[in-house]
């Protein structure tokens, strides 16, 4: 049985940085595409970026540029690599492969 596990979260004044991880266990992620997912209080969730099983990404206007969605098939793990953060950047993040999802972790832009 597959299972998503998230770490990377926290606190950062703007203009700071922090990567996300996804670690995967149960099966291989490099077989699927990994999407991240945001949702701030009140809102609905969004995609923020993506990485397909061929390596093309897409990304969210409001993070191009900012954002680096990658992978590590020997690490088995997804990565957010986040920069220049911004307040409404502030949302708690998930990973998304296929039929799993992560449990969250929180992200918070502020001074």
């Known amino acids: 049985q597959g299972q998503l596990v998230e770490s990377g979260g926290g606190l950062v004044q703007p203009g700071g940085s922090l990567r996300l991880s996804c670690a995967a266990s149960?099966?291989?992620?490099?077989?699927?595409?990994v999407a991240w997912y945001r949702q701030a209080p009140g809102k609905q969730r969004e995609l923020v970026a993506r990485?397909?099983?061929?390596?093309?990404?897409w990304y969210r206007d409001s993070v191009k540029g900012r954002f680096t969605v990658s992978r590590d098939s020997a690490e088995n793990t997804g990565y957010l690599q986040m920069s220049r953060l911004k307040p409404e950047d502030t949302a708690v993040y998930y990973c998304?492969?296929?039929?799993?999802w992560g449990q969250g972790t929180q992200v918070t832009v502020s001074s």
């Open positions: 998304n492969v296929y039929l799993h």
């Open positions: 149960g099966f291989m992620l490099n077989t699927y595409a």
């Open positions: 990485i397909a099983n061929d390596g093309s990404t």
